[in-house]
């Protein structure tokens, strides 16, 4: 029974230099009557870390 499809993206990281609580993902989920889902996971810390980033570029 398939009732939809799962694509999961995650970027190549170094396993040594990996903060598995600041990253995120992309997930595709395709249902059987053809609706599409497209979803961005992010980490509270990546998020945390994308609003500090955008603060500091309007500042600029």
Known sequence: MNDF????EFEEVDPDNWNVNNDFCNIHVELNDGRKYGINIWTYNFLKLQLIIMLFLVKI
Not at 5 to 8: E, G, I, V, Y
């Open 5 to 8: 499809k799962l694509w999961l």
